[in-house]
Nanobody, 128 residues
Framework: QLQLVESGGGLVQPGGSLRLSCAAS????????IGWFRQAPGKEREGVSC????????NYADSVKGRFTISRDNAKNTVYLQMNSLKPEDTAVYYC?????????????????????WGQGTQVTVSS
């Protein structure tokens, strides 16, 4: 059974760091793009970052470029989102997602319509 499970969210002060994990099961992770998205209360879901199958390409939203880093460990079937220099405006529920097709490219803009399978999300709150 295909499953994506996010973890690593929490409460952090501005300027702090968190590392989110997206653990995949039921499929071979390295064959698929994985995207990270976030949704703040009252706002539309926003594409944050993506990594292509085999990790050859990454993309980031302008709002997180230089602060967030996406990576993957195929042996652990897990994708990570390292978030540094966090700001209050990064507060949101963060989701990872996978498209239906294998071997796609991670393109900008990172659009949720390109992804078909979603995790349940993990809450990130940046506040002093």
């Amino acid at each position: 059974q295909l499953q994506l499970v996010e973890s690593g969210g929490g409460l952090v002060q501005p300027g702090g760091s968190l590392r989110l994990s997206c653990a995949a099961s039921g499929f071979t992770l390295e064959y698929f793009n994985i995207g990270w998205f976030r949704q703040a209360p009252g706002k539309e879901r926003e594409g944050v970052s993506c990594i292509s199958s085999f990790g050859t390409r990454t993309n980031y939203a302008d709002s997180v470029k230089g602060r967030f880093t996406i990576s993957r460990d195929n042996a652990k079937n897990t994708v990570y989102l390292q978030m540094n220099s966090l700001k209050p405006e990064d507060t949101a529920v963060y989701y990872c997602a996978r498209p239906r097709a294998m071997f796609g490219q991670c393109v900008n803009p990172i659009q949720d319509s390109d992804y078909d399978y979603w995790g349940q999300g993990t809450q990130v709150t940046v506040s002093s």
